[in-house]
């Protein structure tokens, strides 16, 4: 159609056909069971059927399950709060974990802080110094030397509802 942008069987509101294009897919985690399209036009950008309206299709970059542009980051269609689009980054051999100049990041959630002494070690866990850290907080207690991730998201949708596994002996 010459005047408008379909999905399937439903029209894109507000795009403008002249200048759609197909941006990409989103990589997202195997757990996700998703494989999101990024769609743009010159003043809209989609994932998907929807519209991200903070998203800006000129600077727009798509990096594995991440998208971003000048000034937001997104972790699929959900914003990271916080992240500095200038320094984000997506951690090499991972499309779910990154960081920027600040923090460590897992599936769009801040893990850490981001220094030196941070490592990342999957399932949301995060050991930088003597601490280990759960989602950006700090584990009471925990022995970081001894810290160990034993796995839960390889168990389907796992860690959506419970989180990882993990011990410190």
């Known amino acids: 159609d010459r005047s408008r942008v379909f999905l399937n069987r439903n029209e894109l509101k507000g795009s403008d056909p002249k200048t759609f294009r197909f941006v990409g897919t ?3 985690p195997p757990f996700l069971y998703t494989e999101d399209c990024v769609m743009a036009d010159a003043k809209h950008v989609y ?3 929807q519209l991200i309206e903070d998203l800006d299709p000129a600077t727009l970059k798509l990096m594995g399950a991440h998208v971003k542009d000048a000034k937001a980051v997104y972790f699929g269609m959900n914003k990271i709060e916080g992240a500095n689009s200038k320094t ?14 600040g923090y460590l990041y ?7 802080p981001n220094r030196l002494t941070s490592k990342r070690l999957g399932d949301y866990y995060a050991v930088m110094g003597n601490a280990v850290y759960y989602f950006g907080k700090v584990i009471p207690g925990a022995d970081a030397k001894a810290f160990k991730v034993l796995g839960g998201s390889e168990v389907l949708g796992c860690e959506n509802r419970f989180g990882g596994y993990a011990k410190d002996a």
């Open 106 to 112: 897992e599936c769009g959630w801040r893990i850490s």
């Open 47 to 49: 994932v998907h059927d």
């Open 88 to 101: 984000f980054v997506e951690l090499e051999g991972s499309y779910a974990s990154a960081k920027d100049d």
């Open 26 to 28: 989103l990589q997202m």
